[in-house]
């Protein structure tokens, strides 16, 4: 596993690190039951999966490819979080 963990390219753990804090920050809104952050962390955790899945999982996922220099899925998402 530690072989694995290591072969992962740094942007990536980046990314998997950010999602993770902003799970718990969700988390933690959510037990206090303030929407408004819930409804923050959820964005910006959607922000990290579509980031990921942008620069690692294009192959993968056929509706990321490219259409005139964008991307299918949240254009607008990915502008806003100026991912």
């Known amino acids: 596993m530690d072989d694995f963990l290591t072969s992962l390219p740094a942007e990536y753990l ?3 690190r950010e999602y ?3 799970a718990e920050d969700m988390i933690g809104a959510s037990k206090k039951r303030d929407t ?8 910006r955790l959607n ?3 579509i980031e990921c899945h942008l620069k690692f999982a294009d192959e ?3 509706g990321f490819k490219q ?3 964008k991307r299918y899925i949240m254009s607008f998402m990915i502008e806003l979080l100026n991912i």
């Open 60 to 62: 993968r996922f056929p």
């Open 36 to 43: 408004e952050a819930v409804n923050s962390s959820f964005y």
């Open 20 to 22: 993770k804090l902003l």
């Open 14 to 16: 980046r990314i998997d």
């Open 47 to 49: 922000g990290t999966c």
């Open 67 to 69: 259409k005139e220099g």
